[in-house]
């Protein structure tokens, strides 16, 4: 009894895994970018700060192998900078990036674009990397966590970079698509 228990746990939990993907662009599928809950931090209140909304994010079951970010003027832009599976949406004026993690050996890897700060012609863009926790029950399959983001008051031809919650650089290759 306990063990049927048990496998309907997994079995649920696998589920939820699952069910949590649906939905996100894939490197190589025809899905859309989910849109459903973007992320916007702040109205600039200290000099420097950018306007920054998520537009997307997720860890689907395929995607780029290798960590990388692409940079591009507009949605059309990047989505044409990513192939035809990508169709980003138009969120408004700003630059427009696509943070690739890379392929991870499990789930509970995720990331999140949390902030943007502006410094002469250098914008500086915040990611939370957050892997699972090692006794984590997580589902066994290679995930691709990823995030898709627009940097509002940056200039198009700035140079990105990107840090990590402790504000550590995280020297990914940055591609910049042009208009």
């Known amino acids: 009894m ?14 939820g895994c699952a069910m949590n993907d649906a939905g996100s662009p894939t490197e190589g599928s025809n899905a859309k970018p989910s849109t459903e809950s973007p992320e916007t931090t702040g109205s600039s209140t200290k000099p420097g700060e950018l306007s920054l909304e998520q537009i997307a994010a997720n860890a689907p079951g395929q995607g780029a192998k290798r960590p990388r970010v692409v940079v591009a003027p507009s949605a ?14 138009d969120s408004g004026e700003g630059v427009y990036l696509a943070a690739f993690w ?17 410094e002469g012609g250098r914008v500086t ?3 939370a990397l957050k892997k699972p926790p090692k006794d984590a029950f997580v589902a066994q399959t290679l995930t691709y966590p990823y995030v ?18 402790g504000g550590r650089e995280i020297g990914w290759p940055v591609k910049r698509q042009d208009g």
């Open 102 to 118: 890379g392929e991870k050996p499990t789930g509970g890897f995720s990331m999140a674009a949390k902030s943007a700060r502006g």
């Open 125 to 127: 863009v915040e990611l």
């Open 76 to 89: 059309a832009a990047l989505s044409s900078a990513l192939g035809p599976w990508a169709r980003i949406p």
């Open 148 to 165: 898709v983001a627009v940097v509002r008051g940056a200039a198009a031809d700035a140079e990105f970079v990107f840090v990590d919650g």
């Open 2 to 15: 306990i063990r049927l228990g048990l496998v309907l746990l997994l079995l649920l939990l696998s589920a």
